[in-house]
């Protein structure tokens, strides 16, 4: 018998991870993630215990589903990022006033209890490390602007500023949180080339 194929989010939303060198407005339906929130720089002991909660308790629900029947590819890193104001230029604030909610996205078919599991196995293997504080969550954008920003992070003001300009075109504006689905690895790519998609929800 066949081995089932492995379910690619980003293949059946091909649609929303568009990655134009333009602005574009693209429209996003609901979706789950894997979600810890928090507050700091990036290169913070907090952010960091965050991403490897995050990537830990990804990998075990992703095995645990595989074993089950139900492969899938676990998705790239996402970050929401406000200031202190849901929406406006964070980036001009100092780092350690950041707020951020780092997601991964999962299939709908994964269920609290598939979360429950993967910590308590990751608490008994002693990796409990902040995996308590990841959650399953629901996430609602609608109508965004989207592009693809082509450098290091600490230069998307100009990319984020152009998606301002065209969202104003539109007769829209920016409404919630700054979001980064980031494509690259910053620890195998050169700065220069990493490749990050910024969205912004409008109105």
């Not at 929303?16 to 913070?44: D, F, Q």
């Amino acid at each position: 018998m066949p081995a089932a194929r492995k379910r690619d989010l980003y293949r059946e939303h091909k649609h929303e991870y568009v990655t134009p060198r333009e602005p574009v407005l693209i429209n996003i339906k609901p979706a789950k993630y894997l979600a810890v929130t928090g507050k700091g720089a990036p290169a913070s002991a907090e952010f960091q215990n965050a991403v490897g909660a995050l990537y830990g308790v990804a990998f075990t629900i992703k095995m645990a589903k595989k074993f089950a029947g139900q492969d899938y590819r676990v998705c790239h890193l996402e970050g929401l990022w406000w200031g202190t104001q849901e929406t406006g230029d964070f980036s001009a604030q100092p780092p350690e006033t950041w707020n951020w909610k780092l997601l991964i996205r999962v299939p709908p078919f994964i269920k609290e209890a598939d979360l429950k599991a993967a910590i308590k196995q990751l608490k008994d293997r002693g990796r409990w490390n902040s995996t308590s504080n990841v959650k399953l969550e629901t996430i609602k954008e609608s109508k965004c602007v989207q592009m693809l920003h082509v450098g290091p992070y600490g230069e998307e003001g100009k990319t984020i500023r152009q998606m301002m300009e065209y969202a104003r075109g539109q007769g829209l504006f920016f409404s919630g949180r700054h979001r980064e689905i980031y494509l690259s690895d910053p620890r195998r790519v050169p700065a220069t080339s990493l490749r990050t998609i910024l969205r912004h929800a409008v109105r």
